[in-house]
């Protein structure tokens, strides 16, 4: 599983325990909540690499991906395909985070200048682009949030999580 670290990202192998149904031949792997399905991968590790993209302004091929060393390129453009139908709801949580942690102050304080995402996701041409600026929008609100109020986004992406109704649609394979 691909996960990250205070030093950086990290491949590494995870041992858990099957277990079998009572009276049953059916077993069953619990997985963590942070797992995403088949991926291999971290949902942290997953929303930071289509972050990396969105924000770039660049195409999927040139832009400057920290993380390169670890799944190709294509398998973020499946990853934003797979999550666009999530997109609003996934904006929803992550703004609900940032804004509760914040709290009293009015989040406008947090963000003096606003916060949108880069235009390049608003001019450039996606098959659903409501619902890309929307998941962008979000992924704004957790990357930007989370240095803005000087904490860790994975808690917030932790605090997110625990808010969302039903699984992401990345999971599917």
């Known amino acids: 599983m691909i996960v990250m670290t205070d ?7 995870l041992l858990r325990r099957r277990w079998r149904l009572s009276g049953t031949t059916i077993t069953h792997l619990d997985r963590s909540p942070d797992e995403v399905g088949r991926l291999h991968g971290t949902l942290f590790v ?13 195409g999927l091929h040139v832009y400057d991906d920290i993380l390169d060393d670890h799944g190709c390129r294509r398998t973020v453009q499946r990853w934003l395909h797979r999550l666009l139908p999530d ?28 916060l949108s995402p880069p235009g390049a996701v608003r ?15 979000g992924l704004a609100f957790l990357f930007d949030g989370a240095r803005a109020l000087a904490i860790s986004a994975t808690v917030l992406l932790a605090e997110a999580h625990r808010r969302l109704d039903g699984p992401l649609g990345i999971a599917a394979a």
Request: charged residues 25%; contains cysteine.
């Open 87 to 114: 997109g609003v709801r996934l904006q929803q949580v992550l703004r609900t985070a940032v804004i509760e942690r914040f709290e009293p102050q009015p989040v406008e304080m947090l963000f003096p200048r606003g």
């Open 123 to 137: 001019c450039r041409r996606w098959k659903d682009p409501d619902a890309t600026y929307s998941l962008a929008t």
């Open 7 to 13: 030093n950086g990202v990290v491949l590494t192998r």
């Open 46 to 58: 997953v929303l930071l690499r289509l972050w990396l993209w969105l924000s770039s302004g660049k």
